[in-house]
């Protein structure tokens, strides 16, 4: 695991204990989204929360058990807690890359587009190499209509060849661009970048390493999307009912929606959109994220239902 350093200046403006959040948040929800609905964190059942401060509290000055009691809580969708934790860590280690590249991640579970932006800005600069953070600034330009910019992005890291020094398990863009599992992530939302910023042929030419019978697994459902923009799969091959059931319908309707937007079938992408937002389970899931940004934004009249 990369160490960060932590400076005198630091630990003197965090003397102290760190001041954890609770452990069981309150019933205030962790997101009012721009359609108006509330979502909440979820139970801890099996304590990773309280046993991650435990450790923390043994060592209240390492930012690696920081870091980790603010991972505790995003698996329990506790973001505005985990935010806390994300920025205590910033505090204690500002040179360190992991704290800004975890909260920047929610602050786009959590819908705040400009603090991602800004977070993620300062993990590239930190570690330019990193899949992780390319993957996410690219997503949260996507989220905030900045098309270009995040096809760009997408695009840097798929032709990065540097490996970078990046903290232990962290991915760079070099080795993701050689796996077909995880370049498919990043290409479908290259496309869906390219086909909205109004780039359709270099769109195109984003598929021409996309065939049948790749090797992908977790990666499916954006595998799927990249075989319907290419003509190789119909709607109904890839939205099978049960898709429904978990948030691969999310992910892969969102492509889909983008499709249809970039296509100007409006009718058709409202009604995908207004689907996903149906499913309240995967409010976290990007594509849901996406597709709420979509009706509250510039389809807000288009999609209203007739």
């Known amino acids: 695991m990369l160490r960060a350093v932590i400076s005198l200046t630091a630990l003197a403006l965090f003397a102290g204990p760190v001041t954890l959040p609770a452990q069981t948040p309150d019933q205030k929800p962790q997101v009012v989204s721009p359609l108006g609905k509330s979502f909440f964190a979820k139970p801890d059942p099996d304590g990773a929360v309280a046993k991650a401060d435990a450790a923390l509290a043994a060592d209240p000055g390492n930012v690696t058990l920081v870091i980790a009691a603010g991972r505790a809580r995003d698996a329990a969708l506790q973001y505005s807690e985990a935010i806390e934790l994300y920025s205590k860590a910033i505090a204690l280690a500002p040179s360190d890359v992991r704290a800004y590249r975890f909260r920047g991640h929610r602050y786009i579970s959590t819908r705040r587009f400009p603090e991602a932006i800004r977070d993620l800005q300062q993990a590239r600069t930190l570690a330019p190499a990193s899949f992780d953070v390319a993957y996410h600034l690219a ?116 492509g889909l929606a983008n499709f249809y937007l970039a296509e100007k079938r409006n009718a058709d992408a409202c009604r995908l959109l207004r689907a996903i937002v149906a499913d309240d389970i995967h409010w976290n899931g990007f594509g849901f994220i996406g597709a709420e940004t979509e009706l509250a934004g510039k389809m807000r009249v288009t999609c209203q239902p007739r």
């Not at 050689?178 to 909205?196: G, H, M, N, P, Q």
Request: proline share 3%; charged share 25%; glycine share 6%.
């Open 139 to 254: 997503l949260a330009y996507f989220l905030t209509g900045e098309f270009v910019k995040a096809a760009d992005e997408y695009g840097r890291c798929l032709s990065s060849k540097e490996e970078g020094t990046l903290p232990e398990g962290w991915r760079s863009c070099a080795a993701v661009a050689k796996s077909d599992e995880d370049r498919v992530a990043i290409t479908d939302w290259r496309y869906r970048a390219l086909r909205r910023a109004g780039r359709h042929a270099p769109a195109a030419q984003s598929l021409a390493g996309i065939v049948e019978g790749m090797s992908v697994k977790e990666n499916a459902a954006y595998y799927q999307a990249l075989l319907f923009y290419k003509g190789l799969r119909s709607e109904d091959d890839v939205l099978a009912p049960k898709t429904l059931q978990d948030n691969t319908f999310v992910t892969t309707a969102f």
